[in-house]
Structure formats: C-alpha cells, structure tokens
C-alpha cells in the first residue's frame, strides 16, 4: 500500500514564510528533497512563480527538478474556481493544469479558503466546469476541505464532488484538516467514498489543544510531525485500505519550530516520521 514512489513532500512546507520563495529557496527545497530520499514532490505554482520572478530560467528551474531525479506528483493549488461565474471559476486554473502537464503530473489541488462558495450545489456547477478543463491535460484535480472555509469537512468536499460527478473528480485528506473538520474525523463519510476519489494524504499531525484563536495561523505555523500530536493515524489508514485506496502520500508540516533548523533537516525529520506513520 506504500509505495515509496507515491510518498511526496509538499515542498512548500520547508519555508519559514510559505508565502516567499526565492530562486535559491525553490532550489534548495528541491536538494533538501531529494537528499531526504523523497521521490518526487508537490509544487507550490505559487513558489514556481516566485522563483521565476526572481531570476530563475525557466529551463534551469526545470533541469533542477530531474537533475535532483524528482517527479512532480501534484500542483497547488487553484483557488478562485468557486467563483460565480465559469470564466472566473477556470482564472489561473488553466495555467496550473499547464504547468501540471509540463511535468507529467496527475493531480491539481483545489482549494476554498474562505467563505465564497455560494452554495454545494453552486459550488459543484463550477467544480465540474474546472474538472471538465482540467481533463483536456490528463489531470485530476481533488479538493481540500477546510475547517474554517466554505468547504470545511470531508461530507462536504464529497458532496461537491460526487454531485458534480466527474471522472477526474476526486478529495485530498490533509490530517490536520482530518482531524480539526467540524465533529472531528469522520470515518463513516470516509468509508462511504470510492478509494479511487482519495487522490492524495497531506501527512502532518495536530496539538490536542488548538493553539490560539486562528485555525488558519496555527495550521501554517504549528502543525506537528506525524505520529506527534491527536491524528489517530491507524483507523485512518484502516480506512483507506478498506475502500481501496491508493493516493499520493504528500507529508505537509508547516511548523516555524522545524523549519529553523533548516530545509535538509526539516526534510528528513518529516520523512523518518512519515515512514514510521506509514509503515
């Protein structure tokens, strides 16, 4: 069930600031991966933007990504495709689903950070629209619920996407998101989807006690190492296997603490503690 080659570090997660990224940041992310024996990675458009903007070519970006010997395994994330209107709901998306295809990459992730998603039902017109964009380049696009969004539990991620109805639909588990959902984690709704529709695990573990008034903050800032903090990991896994699940294993550790020792040690702390979770 855990194929080395399906374990992905969200590279993202190594920043101090995951809202900046230099070109000496993009490559040192993509050494501290590979020297952690990751194989391959979850690429931040966000991050690949940045490090262009910041004098990075193209090619020598791109070079970088197989020199370190990484496949890219998702893109994230588009995040205006519950806006109200189709021209809108696909604004950027395309260029993700480019920049996903250019790397052979199967999945981009969607996200709903806030409150703008009208309705599920609402919510599932535009969700189609994208999947059906997002077929034209072979890949799948899951959606990642939430707590404190519009989108903000597995039922309702599952809603959408089972009303919308797609082939290339599909959900990504994020375990802190699992674990924080409202009512916590929902193993019934889980094992009601097909384990084809679980596209990718976000693998990272929460305190017991929520850390502050800002969910948003502390999952950016003081998510745990998995195997460290409440995430039942077990019955999770149990689960997945039970309904045939094969997703992506994406560790994702936004922690302030573990990354002031730096990307490689960050990099390998968060392997060893996936492996043991995992295995």
């Keep these: 069930m855990f194929q080395d080659e399906r374990i992905i570090l969200c590279t993202a997660t190594l920043q101090s600031d995951p809202m900046q990224c230099s070109a000496e940041d993009f490559l040192g992310q993509l050494e501290a991966a590979a020297g952690a024996e990751f194989a391959g ?36 994330a588009i995040m205006p495709w519950v806006a109200p209107d189709d021209a809108k709901a696909l604004e950027g998306a395309v260029g993700a689903f480019e920049l996903a295809a250019s790397f052979e990459a199967k999945n981009v992730l969607a996200v709903c950070l806030g409150d703008e998603m009208e309705s599920v039902k609402a919510g599932a017109a535009r969700y189609r629209e994208v999947c059906r964009a997002a077929a034209d380049f072979g890949v799948a696009v899951p959606i990642e619920f939430l707590p404190w969004g519009a989108i903000p539990s597995i039922e309702t991620a599952w809603q959408i996407v089972e009303t919308a109805d797609q082939e290339n639909g599909g959900i990504l588990i ?27 695990v976000q693998l990272c573990d929460a305190s017991h006690e929520a850390q502050g008034d800002d ?46 020792q730096g990307p490689r040690a960050m990099a390998e702390a968060i392997r060893e503690a996936t492996l043991e979770v995992l295995q």
């Design 41 to 76: 990675i979850s690429l931040w458009q966000l991050h690949w933007m940045l490090a262009l903007g910041d004098g990075l070519a193209e090619q020598k970006a791109r070079d970088a990504v197989d020199e370190a010997g990484l496949s890219v395994g998702m893109v994230e």
């Design 174 to 200: 994020d375990t802190w998101h699992w674990q924080r959902q409202p009512g916590g984690p929902d193993h019934e709704q889980l094992r009601q989807i097909p384990g084809e529709m679980i596209r990718a």
């Design 215 to 260: 969910p948003m903050t502390e999952c950016m800032t003081a998510r745990l190492l998995p195997g460290e903090g409440a995430v039942d990991f077990p019955p999770l896994l149990s689960d997945l296997a039970d309904i045939g699940a094969n997703p992506l294993w994406a560790p994702e550790v936004f922690s302030q603490k573990l990354s002031s």
